[in-house]
């Protein structure tokens, strides 16, 4: 079976081809994925990521006949619809700080963390918060909505016309979800909105057929089944829950780097060091923890040459050249420090970028620290080709790191929602903590140190 799986990340937005019978990708188109800085907010441009997705699938289907397809998105995001499925209102930018105008006010309604799982986060990572201050700011345009999606879902509705939603979207740092209850949140009561919620259907639910008119679009067959969809996080770590033997962990990257623990030790996990617990495709509690590990490193890397060498990875572990935390602030186990660079001066190219790898590791491992990790860790994504981050993130965990083969783990495990029984994906390369001790010194040197 060959499965189109739209993967609509913060920074690209994929369609790629999954074949089933190698859970490998085929084919794959990527589009930049902006925010439109327009009035009334910024706000995705789902226009543009419609038009996108169509001509992806009418070019892919010429490729490889599509079978299925499924849908996986970055989370903190959700979509107003009236009865028609139109947008009330533009699908919000968790990254515009308009929010956070009235967090006094939210705070009086928000649950506690033992509720919910969610910390309290700043500008609209919260996606309550998202929908308050759209609800306050914009109550006629809020008061024709018929239906709160999540924003794989609201793909799923343009798609099949059937609005749903999903436990693994809204138990992403929300604050609607309760994950002990498996209900929403006392919030949810609380703003009158269960009455908007749409049905919750499990992840791999075949919601229906595309409809007639995007068949005779993309050239797709019109009975092509759509299955419901999933945060891209759950996506990635879904292919371990069926194939792996806890305690494991699994660490995804992408835009957010979102560290996984699946029957790890028991922790009490701090919302102050973002901290959280998401909600796996198959319904379960997960700690996690996250930071926003790939837009640092574009930041850190921006213009920069990215090769290296043995002799910069010998010279930055020498000198101890240490990036502390944080370069982005408001989130992550480092939310309120500023970065730092240690004995820095006249850095290659490649010790810099030795050394930013080196950082991105070791607030992986804190991640994995803070919310119990145990057994060997999977790293999926981008992150996962670079080895100077999985060598040192074994350095300092202690435990062995598996580099995914495939670029985006996400697409895999969003494909895995149309099979019928649980397959084994290969692991990729088996990297051991480095017997060299200057690699356990440094990552002690870095703790004592951030």
């Given at each position: 079976?060959?499965?189109?799986?739209?993967?609509?990340?913060?920074?690209?937005?994929?369609?790629?081809?999954?074949?089933?019978?190698?859970?490998?990708?085929?084919?794959?188109?990527?589009?930049?994925?902006?925010?439109?800085r327009?009035?009334?907010?910024?706000?995705?441009?789902?226009?543009?990521?419609?038009?996108?997705?169509?001509n992806?699938?009418?070019?892919l289907n010429c490729?490889?006949?599509?079978?299925?397809?499924?849908?996986?998105?970055?989370?903190?995001?959700?979509?107003l619809?009236?009865?028609?499925?139109?947008?009330?209102?533009?699908?919000?930018?968790?990254?515009?700080?308009?929010?956070?105008?009235?967090?006094?006010?939210?705070?009086?309604?928000?649950?506690?963390?033992?509720?919910?799982?969610?910390?309290?986060?700043?500008?609209?990572?919260?996606?309550?918060?998202?929908?308050?201050?759209?609800?306050?700011?914009?109550?006629?345009?809020?008061a024709?909505?018929?239906?709160?999606?999540?924003?794989?879902?609201?793909?799923?509705?343009?798609?099949?016309?059937?609005?749903?939603?999903e436990?693994?979207?809204?138990?992403?740092?929300?604050?609607?979800?309760n994950?002990?209850?498996?209900?929403?949140?006392?919030?949810v009561?609380?703003?009158?909105?269960?009455?908007?919620?749409?049905?919750?259907?499990?992840?791999?639910?075949?919601?229906?057929?595309?409809?007639?008119?995007?068949?005779?679009?993309?050239?797709?067959d019109?009975?092509?089944?759509?299955?419901?969809?999933?945060?891209?996080?759950?996506?990635?770590?879904?292919?371990?829950?069926?194939?792996?033997?806890?305690?494991?962990?699994?660490?995804?990257?992408?835009t957010?780097?979102?560290?996984?623990?699946?029957?790890?030790?028991?922790?009490?996990?701090?919302?102050?060091?973002?901290?959280?617990?998401?909600?796996?495709?198959?319904?379960?509690?997960?700690?996690?923890?996250?930071?926003?590990?790939?837009?640092?490193?574009?930041?850190?890397?921006?213009?920069?040459?990215?090769?290296?060498?043995?002799?910069?990875?010998?010279?930055?572990?020498?000198?101890?050249?240490?990036?502390?935390?944080?370069?982005?602030?408001?989130?992550?186990?480092?939310?309120?420090?500023?970065?730092?660079?240690?004995?820095?001066?006249?850095l290659?190219?490649?010790?810099?970028?030795?050394?930013?790898?080196?950082?991105?590791?070791?607030?992986?491992?804190?991640?994995?620290?803070?919310?119990?990790?145990?057994?060997?860790?999977?790293?999926?994504?981008?992150?996962?080709?670079?080895?100077?981050?999985?060598?040192?993130?074994?350095?300092?965990?202690?435990?062995?790191?598996?580099?995914?083969?495939?670029?985006?783990?996400?697409?895999?495990?969003?494909?895995?929602?149309?099979?019928?029984?649980?397959?084994?994906?290969?692991?990729?390369?088996?990297?051991?903590?480095?017997?060299?001790?200057?690699?356990?010194?440094?990552?002690?040197?870095?703790?004592?140190?951030?």
């Open positions: 079976m060959i499965v189109a799986v739209i993967d609509i990340g913060k920074t690209n937005a994929k369609v790629a081809l999954v074949d089933l019978a190698t859970l490998s990708e085929i084919a794959l188109r990527r589009f930049a994925n902006a925010p439109v327009q009035a009334p907010y910024p706000h995705h441009d789902v226009e543009a990521l419609w038009t996108f997705i169509l992806s699938l009418a070019d490729e490889r006949r599509i079978d299925a397809i499924s849908i996986t998105t970055h989370g903190a995001t959700g979509a619809v009236d009865r028609s499925g139109e947008l009330v209102l533009p699908v919000l930018d968790y990254e515009f700080d308009g929010p956070d105008q009235l967090a006094a006010d939210y705070d009086a309604v928000r649950p506690p963390f033992g509720e919910t799982g969610t910390p309290r986060l700043p500008i609209g990572l919260n996606l309550g918060a998202q929908f308050f201050w759209q609800q306050k700011r914009f109550p006629a345009d809020f024709m909505a018929a239906a709160m999606l999540m924003y794989p879902q609201y793909w799923a509705l343009r798609l099949t016309g059937i609005a749903a939603n436990v693994s979207s809204l138990g992403c740092h929300t604050d609607l979800w994950p002990w209850t498996s209900d929403y949140s006392s919030l009561d609380r703003m009158d909105w269960r009455r908007l919620m749409a049905p919750v259907r499990p992840a791999k639910d075949r919601l229906g057929p595309i409809l007639p008119e995007l068949a005779r679009r993309t050239g797709l019109p009975q092509t089944p759509v299955f419901c969809g999933l945060h891209d996080s759950n996506a990635s770590l879904l292919p371990h829950l069926l194939s792996d033997t806890p305690p494991f962990s699994v660490v995804s990257t992408g957010w780097v979102v560290s996984m623990a699946v029957g790890g030790r028991k922790v009490e996990l701090d919302p102050a060091r973002d901290t959280l617990v998401n909600i796996n495709a198959l319904g379960d509690p997960v700690p996690s923890a996250r930071f926003m590990g790939g837009r640092e490193f574009s930041l850190l890397t921006e213009g920069q040459n990215q090769e290296w060498s043995e002799d910069d990875v010998a010279a930055v572990l020498a000198r101890r050249v240490l990036l502390l935390p944080s370069t982005q602030q408001g989130s992550g186990p480092f939310p309120h420090r500023g970065a730092q660079w240690v004995n820095a001066g006249d290659t190219s490649g010790q810099r970028f030795a050394a930013i790898s080196f950082y991105l590791a070791l607030t992986t491992a804190t991640c994995l620290e803070l919310i119990g990790g145990e057994g060997p860790t999977t790293v999926e994504g981008p992150f996962a080709q670079n080895p100077l981050f999985i060598r040192m993130l074994a350095a300092a965990t202690g435990r062995p790191v598996a580099a995914s083969e495939t670029s985006t783990g996400t697409s895999i495990g969003a494909a895995l929602l149309a099979s019928d029984g649980a397959t084994v994906m290969g692991k990729g390369e088996r990297t051991e903590p480095p017997t060299d001790q200057s690699w356990g010194e440094y990552a002690r040197a870095w703790r004592r140190s951030a």
